[in-house]
């Protein structure tokens, strides 16, 4: 693996290591909380990843004991009505980058993942925690509800009637319990979260990135329910048929099942 270069941008470090990008969160001392200028520099950090065609897979952590213990309460607290609004809206924005790139972007979480945090998780495309996660969205006890996203990703992710008990109870799940209403894809021991997150990382990056492209935009803007989801997923599934990685992939497939040591191997596809 080439060595890892750092660019620190203050309250967001980007690392590089080969074609994997890794976004870390960098107010440790705040437990990660999500202030209006992390999020302003984590928007321009993935605008940046988004850009760069040497980067295939992208991973956000947290630095010190958390990855995000929520929005940042004290900058919150003073604010109107109509602030809070642009500043939920704002956030919203940041996290939609996520779900827009064509990269696939991978939370390695571990400790608090509250709030604004556990927001940030839902909006990458698959999340792996740590054994010591806890993930929840508390703000009922601050007498208001998410603002970016949560609403809306939760009950997407785990179906409405668990969704709702964590909404309007507020209470923590632990990473075992996260993962078995499929909040998180897989829990690891804390000390080899950063190796797994790699190893999906680098699973994915030998894959087509038109492909994963695609499939994201597919997902995404289907989910939404801003055009036909099935017309999308078939114009992009013709789209794919013009790159060079399909032709390598399937070229590949049918030479391994034409050898005689595989024949009788099943088809792949649609």
């Known amino acids: 693996m080439a060595d890892t270069a750092k660019a620190d941008t203050s309250w967001v470090v980007v690392e590089r290591q080969g074609p994997v990008a890794k976004v870390v ?12 200028a992390l999020l302003a520099q984590l928007a321009a950090a993935l605008d940046e990843l988004a850009h760069d065609p040497s980067v295939r897979v992208v991973l956000i952590r947290g630095a010190g004991r958390a990855f995000a213990a929520g929005a940042d309460i004290a900058e919150m607290a003073g604010l109107a009505p109509e602030q809070a609004a642009e500043l939920a809206a704002r956030g919203q924005a940041v996290f939609a980058r996520l779900e827009r790139m064509r990269q696939p972007v991978i939370a390695l979480v571990h400790g608090w ?10 909006a990458c495309d698959l999340r792996i925690a740590a054994e010591s996660a806890r993930f929840g969205q508390p703000e009922v006890t601050l007498g208001i509800l998410p603002g970016f996203g949560g609403t809306q990703r939760l009950p997407r992710l785990v179906g409405l009637g668990r969704a709702m008990a964590l909404l309007l109870r507020g209470e923590p799940v632990t990473a075992a319990e ?13 000390d080899a979260l950063e190796e797994a997150g790699m190893r999906w990382a680098e699973r994915l990056a030998a894959l087509s990135g038109p492909a994963l492209a695609a499939i994201k935009r597919a997902v995404y803007e289907g989910w939404a329910g801003g055009r036909d989801g099935f017309a999308l997923e ?9 790159t060079p990685e399909r032709r ?23």
């Open 25 to 36: 969160l960098n107010r440790p001392q705040q437990l990660n909380a999500l202030s209006q």
């Open 113 to 122: 993942a509250l709030g604004g945090g556990m927001e940030l998780a839902m």
């Open 178 to 190: 996260a993962l078995t209403m499929g909040l998180v894809n897989e829990v690891v021991p804390d």
């Open 234 to 242: 078939a114009a992009l599934f013709g789209d794919l048929f013009s």
């Open 248 to 270: 390598a992939a399937m070229a590949a497939f049918l030479a391994k099942r034409n050898a005689p040591a595989d024949r009788g191997q099943g088809q792949a596809g649609s």
